[in-house]
């Protein structure tokens, strides 16, 4: 179970649901007030292309933006969220990692909303130094008390044919990005919902790689008489 800060004037703590699935949540019979935690899915890494005596490193995905609210509610009453996709990764080879999907829940006319990680830019082969750019933050979320981007990926770097260390993923609240390569492969998987893949690498003209996925995003609900 996951505990996070009570909301302001709330009453006695009644229980904690995680949602990683579907699309609607119902609030118990003695719910009055909820505090949420949204977090959206993460980034995919950027992937590596190969040509002979050749490197590449993709940039790391960005993790996915998260909101945090306290909504007054009804007892027993259902309100709509959706949990952001993971970013997938793209094509093996200079191609870019895919965004993560958005997360949602809304309370009447109010929808808090966090926004998908952006995925690495992928790399080209290359024997000169070359850098590409991880991805960027998301936009920061809108609706919550609480409103912030995802931490962006690192910078895939390659040094020569024989050197290259793919970006790391961004990291969320709840667990680390994937880590950055500095051996042939694809990138990275995090171990939190909505953290960012790292990019993957090319050395001395190996098989083109993707970068890692990201990781779907979750909400976090705490319900209070």
């Known amino acids: 179970m996951i505990r996070g800060g009570s909301p302001p004037n709330a009453g006695r703590y009644l229980g904690t649901t995680v949602l990683t699935s579907g699309t609607s949540f119902t609030t118990g019979s003695l719910t009055n007030k909820i505090f949420i935690r949204v977090q959206a899915g993460g980034g995919a890494g950027g992937g590596g292309a190969t040509a002979a005596v050749s490197a590449s490193a993709g940039g790391g995905g960005s993790a996915g933006g998260y909101a945090e609210k306290t909504f007054t509610v009804a007892p027993?009453?259902?309100?709509?969220?959706?949990?952001?996709?993971?970013?997938?990764?793209?094509?093996?080879?200079?191609?870019?990692?895919?965004?993560?999907?958005?997360s949602t829940f809304a309370v009447g006319a109010t929808t808090v909303t966090a926004f998908?990680?952006?995925?690495?830019?992928?790399?080209?082969?290359t024997t000169t130094v070359t850098s590409v750019l991880g991805g960027a933050s998301p936009a920061i979320s809108t609706n919550g008390d609480v409103n912030t981007g995802g931490e962006p990926g690192d910078p895939g770097i390659a040094f020569t044919g024989l050197l290259a260390n793919s970006g790391a993923g961004g990291s969320s609240i709840f667990g680390s990005g994937?880590?950055?390569?500095?051996?042939?492969?694809?990138?990275?998987?995090?171990?939190?919902?909505?953290?960012?893949?790292?990019?993957?690498?090319v050395l001395n003209g190996s098989s083109a790689v993707a970068g890692g996925v990201g990781l779907a995003g979750i909400i976090v609900v705490d319900e209070y008489a």
Do not use: E, K, Q, W
Request: hydrophobic share 40%; no cysteine.
């Open 178 to 201: 994937g880590n950055g390569r500095i051996t042939a492969g694809t990138g990275a998987i995090g171990v939190g919902n909505g953290a960012g893949g790292s990019g993957g690498v």
């Open 76 to 102: 027993s009453t259902a309100y709509t969220y959706a949990i952001g996709a993971a970013g997938a990764a793209g094509a093996a080879g200079a191609n870019d990692g895919l965004v993560g999907g958005n």
């Open 116 to 125: 998908g990680g952006l995925g690495g830019i992928g790399m080209a082969a």
